[in-house]
């Protein structure tokens, strides 16, 4: 792609509106529960429920909505329905302070702002053609991953200073101005594709499952690695926040890079890769216990999240292309599937087994992952050789 591509005023407004979903994200998710906490004195376990329910508030509509999507509902319709909700939630997060009323508005944030980010992915998808597609939405995930590398840090300082229902109310605005963003964008539909498959094809299944172990593994170690660092290694406080900070940093070339070459990769080539980066990475920190060869595996960690968030999305994609809607929204909801289990089984596991156990487990959910690629692949090729394909 040349410089041209990238300065068509369509090609900037989507790369803007991704950023702007993503800030408006990163501002709510790391200190909502700081929220709950310190604010409202929410007990830990009404805490975990909240955020459950959400989750599978989150996973339902969005799969719903995709179906409909698919189906000849306008994605720009339901993009302006829930960017629009999406920002009366924040303000709602930020107002109400009634538990169950809080549940509510939380519910009605997390499944509408879930339906956004996918919907967005989809419209994307449908601007370029085939060449174009992984590189593009590489880039369009790597702007998510910018946005979260500041917006944290950002969202906590304004936390401090300007309290929470101040927070939400900026984050209402970044999500007005994603409305305003809206305008002039078109649904694209791509014409129907003879090899495009269903969801309960056996290669979307099991790439759902590599998705699922992938981001489950990633999720146990964010949540345990920064406990392990402190506690065990006897490292500074900053220790964690440098490790996420370089793999975050290191990610976007990796996804950039990853999407500009994927059309010269055999189509799971890069879920492969992401897998045995997974497994050197998981095994080296149980290996390891210096803080500087931590940092030098943070290249792997980057390889397995650069390139199964990067590129991820777009094989889900190739094998659903009149489906995109749910081929993009079954990859979202794969990660917070994955995500929502790791932070589960990693309590069970670290109470149980210690910290050595939750990073070996790390690494034998990444040997099932990359399994269960060679699964998929094997059934793929069958199923090219067939005289229906």
Known sequence: MNLQFWLQPTILRLLTLCLLLGTAGASVFPVLSTHLAENLGIQ?????????????????????????????????????????????????????????GLMMAGMVWFGLSSTAQPQLFALAREQVDDRQAAL????????ISLSWIAGPPLAYLLFEQIGFRNLMLITAGLFAL????????????????????????????????????????????????????REVL??????????????????????????????????FAPLKVAAMCGVVFYL???????FTAMLVLQVFNAGLVGLAAGLGISIFQSLMKDRLGMASTLYTNAIKIGSLTGSAL?????QVGG???????????????????????????????????
């Open 44 to 100: 830990p376990l009404w805490i975990g429920v909240f955020f459950g329910a959400n989750t599978l508030a989150g996973i339902g509509v969005s799969q719903w909505l995709a179906k409909r999507s698919d189906a000849g509902m306008s994605r720009m319709r339901i993009l302006y329905v829930a960017i629009s909700v999406s920002m009366l939630g924040s303000v709602g997060l930020g107002f109400i302070q009634w538990y169950p």
């Open 136 to 143: 593009f939405q590489s880039v369009l995930r790597a702007t």
């Open 178 to 229: 994603c409305l305003l963003m809206l305008p002039g964008l078109k649904d694209t539909r791509l014409t129907q594709s003879a090899q495009s498959v269903t969801v309960t094809d056996p290669r979307i299944l099991g790439l759902m499952g590599v998705i699922i172990a992938l981001f489950a593994a990633n999720s146990m170690y964010i949540v345990y690695m920064p406990i392990y660092v």
């Open 234 to 267: 006897g490292l500074l406080g900053i220790a964690p926040g440098l490790l996420m900070g370089l793999a975050a940093g290191l990610e976007i070339p990796i996804m950039i890079g990853g999407g500009a070459r994927a059309h010269r990769w055999p189509l």
């Open 284 to 290: 080296g920190v149980w290996w390891f216990d210096s």
């Open 346 to 350: 990693g309590g069970v596991i670290a």
């Open 355 to 389: 910290f050595d156990w939750v990073f070996l487990s790390c690494a034998l959910l990444a040997v099932v992952a990359f399994g269960m690629v060679l699964w998929v692949g094997r059934h793929q090729g069958r199923t090219q050789t067939t005289p229906s394909a």
